[in-house]
């Protein structure tokens, strides 16, 4: 997986219709604050007594674990399955566990919760969000309650009460939408370049790009250029593999995108996707962040209100590097301690300036891979080379989104990187620039 126009796309081979779902102990509402990483949303669900740190993915039926970071967790009625999902190869082995006990904040519980496990340890993001992450819930979030999200907040809405939920999205757009395999689907217009196409296409809020689309599924799709061929995530299976490229617009009723980003996978990458009737591609959170956004699943309603984020331009990251976070390590950190007055023996008064040294426990970045002919590439940069500068700053004082952030910031601009290839420290440079730039 990738730490930026990525996604994480979790589909799962067994649906389940177990009463599993979150009850809300409070009527009314119920407010929760989530961290936004790379237009994904986390928030933490205490399972079993355990809290742990999931993602909210709009795109996935099951709720999944993959990952404890050696957090100890027991685990009711363990029977084995298997997944299928995006990637090039065919399933893997996991677990099924019901009868578990999930609380989030006080006031959601669900006595009877239930999910997958994964029990392949190659299967973890952490390093591709640099936070620990745990694990996926989807369906069962959003099944049995209104919700609004608030990107600019950083805070979901529950409701169990209709009249407070409209009351709320009185002034926003409403927009039919369709539940099918339990996952949102609307029709949106997609412009390749001047026809507009009514295209059904998946409301994925674990997809971080701005629009996926399938190409085997369009009759007579014809890629746009200039187009590259890229990494675009992992699935269940494996990378994912495909082209980017630009639009001339996405319309999604009122609203209108131009030029933005999208990406294709290849036929292999879909070839054990079990996709809905007529499916043509997603709709990823790169657009759904431009908006306050509210889920009606039982009355089959998308709400939608701009924010302050509708109009930011359409940005790849454009050195072509994918940066992965490879753990923590300990970092002094020289401090001046406040100087302190004495006598000595003479009577004479004197300053003692000390200086101590404070270990603090900082990220580690390095190279996950890089595109071929991107900037990266071609200044010499290659897998496994461990980021030490950047433009100067250590990259220890640095997060992976701001890593990202720089690398999508304005093409002409230079990067200087200080690193160490098998222990070897070197400087690189190079200038972003964007390889798909839209032409009429």
Excluded: C
């Amino acid at each position: 997986m990738k730490p930026v126009g990525i996604l994480f796309f979790l589909l799962v081979s067994i649906f389940f219709n177990a009463q599993n779902s979150f009850e809300m102990i409070q009527p009314k509402k119920v407010t929760i604050p989530f961290k936004l990483i790379n237009n994904l949303i986390f928030i933490q669900i205490e399972v079993n007594g355990v809290e742990l740190t999931f993602f909210v993915d709009s795109g996935v039926n099951e709720t999944t674990i993959f990952s404890l970071e050696n957090k100890e967790i027991k685990f009711s009625n363990l029977e084995k399955t298997t997944f299928t999902g995006l990637g090039t190869s065919g399933s893997i082995d996991g677990f099924k566990s019901e009868g578990n006990t999930a609380k989030i904040g006080k006031n959601l519980l669900n006595k009877d919760f239930y999910f997958y496990i994964i029990s392949d340890p190659e299967f973890n993001i952490s390093s591709h969000i640099g936070i620990p992450v745990n694990g996926i819930i989807g369906y069962q979030f959003f099944k049995n309650h209104q919700i609004i999200i608030d990107y600019e907040g950083k805070k979901m809405t529950l409701f169990s009460d209709d009249q407070s939920f409209k009351s709320k999205v009185k002034k926003f757009e409403e927009l039919p939408i369709t539940i099918e395999k339990s996952k949102p689907y609307i029709l949106a217009d997609v412009e390749m370049t001047n026809t507009p196409k009514s295209s059904k296409l998946l409301l994925d809020l674990g997809n971080t790009d701005a629009i996926w689309l399938f190409p085997k599924l369009i009759k007579d799709f014809v890629y746009n250029r200039p187009n590259i061929e890229d990494y675009l995530g992992r699935g269940f299976n494996g990378d994912i593999f495909g082209k980017r490229s630009r639009i001339h617009q996405l319309s999604l009723g009122k609203f209108k995108f131009e030029k933005p980003l999208i990406a294709m996978p290849d036929e292999y990458s879909i070839q054990n996707l079990n996709l809905v009737k007529d499916r043509k591609g997603s709709i990823g959170s790169e657009i759904l962040r431009r908006f306050t956004l509210a889920f009606d699943y039982k009355n089959e309603k998308l709400y939608l209100k701009k924010n302050r984020n509708f109009n930011d331009p359409f940005h790849f990251n454009m050195s072509g590097i994918d940066f992965k976070q490879d753990g923590m390590q300990w970092e002094q950190d020289l401090m001046r301690v406040e100087a302190k007055k004495s006598m000595d023996l003479q009577s004479t008064e004197v300053i003692a300036n000390t200086l101590q040294y404070k270990f603090v426990l900082k990220p580690i970045f390095s190279v996950a891979g890089v595109r071929k002919d991107s900037p990266g590439a071609l200044a010499g940069l290659q897998k496994d080379d461990l980021l030490i500068k950047i433009n100067g700053k250590k990259t220890t004082d640095m997060t992976l989104q701001k890593i990202v952030d720089l690398m999508k910031s304005d093409e002409g601009r230079a990067i200087e990187m200080e690193i160490e290839r098998k222990f070897k420290p070197m400087k690189i440079r190079f200038i972003l620039e964007d390889p798909i730039p839209y032409q009429e």
